[in-house]
Nanobody
Framework: QVQLVESGGGLVQAGDSLRLSCVAS????????RGWFRQAPGKKREFVAA????????YYADSVKGRFTISRDNAKNTVYLQMNSLKPEDTAVYFC???????????????WGQGTQVTVSS
């Protein structure tokens, strides 16, 4: 059974940092692009960041560029999202995803985690 499991979310204050992790099991995603998305209450799921299978290229939404960093460790089948200088508008459920090709839209991804809540207080 293929599973993506996120962890690392929590309640923090504005300006703080968090590091999200997403571990894959059931198959290897070494050759898959990995992405992070988020969904706030009442809003559509939106792209946050993505990384190519070998980690050579990364892509970010404008709203997080310069504050968030996506990385991966293929030996551990894990992708990370380092989030610095968090803002209240970053509050959302964060999801990791995997796909054979890099994409920017949720429906391009085949595999999803269950999500982890990030809440940033002002």
């Amino acid at each position: 059974q293929v599973q993506l499991v996120e962890s690392g979310g929590g309640l923090v204050q504005a300006g703080d940092s968090l590091r999200l992790s997403c571990v894959a099991s059931g198959r290897t995603f070494r050759t898959y692009a990995r992405g992070w998305f988020r969904q706030a209450p009442g809003k559509k799921r939106e792209f946050v960041a993505a990384i190519t299978w070998n980690g050579d290229n990364t892509y970010y939404a404008d709203s997080v560029k310069g504050r968030f960093t996506i990385s991966r460790d293929n030996a551990k089948n894990t992708v990370y999202l380092q989030m610095n200088s968090l803002k209240p508008e970053d509050t959302a459920v964060y999801f990791c995803a995997a796909h054979s090709r890099l994409g920017y839209y949720p429906d391009e991804y085949d595999y999803w985690g269950q999500g982890t809540q990030v809440t940033v207080s002002s």
